[in-house]
């Protein structure tokens, strides 16, 4: 049986949190499932909650080099993780790579490049079933495949729940990340009024270079002003907050609720009727959610995932997203990576300190094979 390298991450009852490189089995793949080696997985916010979790990294141990470290979760947040005490969970939502073998009815998939969101893709080798997998277009690499699945589908899952819901237009934060990049350009194809919200002006500059019409700079004087302008001009009233903690959701919202009593034909002591809903869908800010309650009582606040939203949309129509993904991988939902780092170095002090402030522009990519 194959023996494969994989990251895993684990919580003790005292809130000690180790990642360590472990040796497991690969199974044989049964009907319908392939083996696939993993040769692309990227770093993204969503694996560095499980990677790290809450753990301060500041007290981060080198226990043996390139394979164990330790760190410790402040005693207040040991209980938010609590369901998770003494597991060791394997890392990585998404990638890419080779099918080696395959069980019966998934043979056609042998030699070629498929993307895949299985979990525990931080390892040499995955076994999954077939169904899971993107076959991806002839040509196309595993480094180009890894990030098909999460900022790509992610991204068109935004747009879909806007029509969904009956919204015209959208508002999207921390909006210079690869995904915020995609949003754009789909929003550019289809038509789709988009408020791009970022905290840099070099951002500005970049977002715009890329046909972004409205970016609002949360760091700037002007940036209510700014936001109520675009609001106003756009009738935007669906926003996605990646950052999650602080006050930006509730400025979205207040925001929001300006724009839409600029147009009001009629006062209401309790606001206006226009809704307005904001989904945090990531924890970039790990502060807690701030809301002054300045926009009336027509409005939601709420999470957003692309799990249950795949559930939402449908088989048929998810199929024909992921196709356009595969179709358009190298255009609309091309990534760029920072670093290119093997599963020893992802447990370096240095990449750790560095990929978990998830900063924009510094995505971290992991060849398993390296």
């Known amino acids: 049986m194959k023996s494969s390298k994989q990251i895993k991450s684990n919580v003790s009852s005292e809130g000690l949190l180790t990642i360590s490189i472990d040796e497991v089995e690969v199974p044989e793949p049964k009907d319908g499932e392939v083996i696939i080696k993993v040769q692309a997985t990227p770093i993204n916010p969503s694996d560095v909650g499980l990677l790290v979790g809450p753990a301060d990294v500041s ?27 003494d597991q060791n969970l394997p890392v990585g939502n998404e990638g890419a790579g080779i099918v080696e073998a395959a069980g019966k009815g998934a043979e056609h998939l042998i030699g070629k490049t498929v993307g895949v969101a299985g979990g525990a893709m931080y390892s040499e080798y995955r076994c999954l079933p077939s169904m899971s997998c993107l076959e991806m277009n002839e040509g196309t690499t595993p480094e180009q495949a890894a990030s098909c699945f999460v900022n790509p589908l992610t991204a068109l899952g935004m747009v879909e729940t806007m029509r969904m819901e009956n919204h015209q237009g959208l508002v999207h934060t921390a909006a210079a990340s ?35 019409k409205y970016v609002c700079n949360s760091s700037a004087d002007t940036f209510m002003e700014d936001l109520v302008d675009a609001l106003v001009e756009t009738g935007s009233t669906l926003g996605f907050d990646a950052t999650g903690g602080g006050k930006l959701a509730g400025l979205i919202l207040t925001a929001m609720e300006i724009a839409a009593n600029k147009t009001a034909t009629e006062y209401s002591r309790y606001g206006s009727d226009k809704f307005k809903q904001v989904y945090i869908y990531g924890g970039l800010d790990r502060n807690p959610t701030t809301l002054t309650r300045s926009f009336g009582f027509s409005w939601g606040l709420g999470g957003w995932l692309l799990t249950p939203f795949i559930g939402r949309v449908g088989q048929e129509r ?38 978990t402030k998830q900063a924009t522009g510094k995505k971290y990519l992991i060849k398993p094979d390296a």
């Open 59 to 85: 007290s981060l141990k080198v226990i043996e080099p390139g394979s164990k470290v330790e760190m410790q979760i402040p005693e207040g947040l040991i209980r938010s993780v609590s369901a998770r005490f």
């Open 178 to 212: 690869n995904l915020g990049q995609m949003l754009i350009k789909i929003c550019s194809d289809e038509e789709v009024p988009l408020v791009n919200v970022v905290r840099k002006e070099e951002h500005v500059d970049l977002l715009k270079s890329l046909g972004a």
């Open 318 to 355: 998810f199929g024909e997203l992921r196709k356009k993904v595969a179709d358009e991988i190298d255009s609309t939902f091309k990534s760029g990576y920072s670093n290119v780092i093997s599963l020893e170095d992802a447990l370096e002090e240095n990449n750790i300190l560095a990929y």
